[in-house]
Nanobody, 125 residues
Framework: QVQLVESGGGLVQAGGSLRLSCTVS????????VAWFRQTPGKERAFLAA????????YYAETVMGRFSISRESAKNTGYLQMDSLEVEDTGIYYC??????????????????WGQGTQVTVSS
């Protein structure tokens, strides 16, 4: 397992942007996928995007494609989620998660065995 710490959440107006960071430590990251999820009250954690650390292969959920961008900076052991054109419906707790990468991107939260503590994003109208 790896340890993950999110940062960068906050309050933003609709149409604005935020960049979330996920600092990862503990193991050889090249073997992992790092993903972002969003959780809102009463709902399960929803997959947003994932990136393979070694090759930077990327996979997006349809709901955020074109608005969110995932990336990673290997030298800093940090992953990012750039969120543009934010909508009120994007409000929630954002988590980064990691799992071993085998060439397949998983959307199910149960497939990820390491999680950060979450960071709150609130989008106001």
């Amino acid at each position: 397992q790896v340890q993950l710490v999110e940062s960068g959440g906050g309050l933003v107006q609709a149409g604005g942007s935020l960049r979330l960071s996920c600092t990862v430590s503990g193991r050889t990251l090249s073997a992992y996928t790092v993903a972002w999820f969003r959780q809102t009250p009463g709902k399960e954690r929803a997959f947003l995007a994932a990136i393979s650390w070694r090759d930077a292969n990327i996979y997006y959920a349809e709901t955020v494609m074109g608005r969110f961008s995932i990336s990673r900076e290997s030298a800093k052991n940090t992953g990012y989620l750039q969120m543009d054109s934010l909508e009120v419906e994007d409000t929630g707790i954002y988590y980064c998660a990691a799992t071993l990468y085998n060439g397949i991107f998983y959307r199910a939260a149960t497939m990820y065995d390491s999680w950060g503590q979450g960071t709150q994003v609130t989008v106001s109208s």
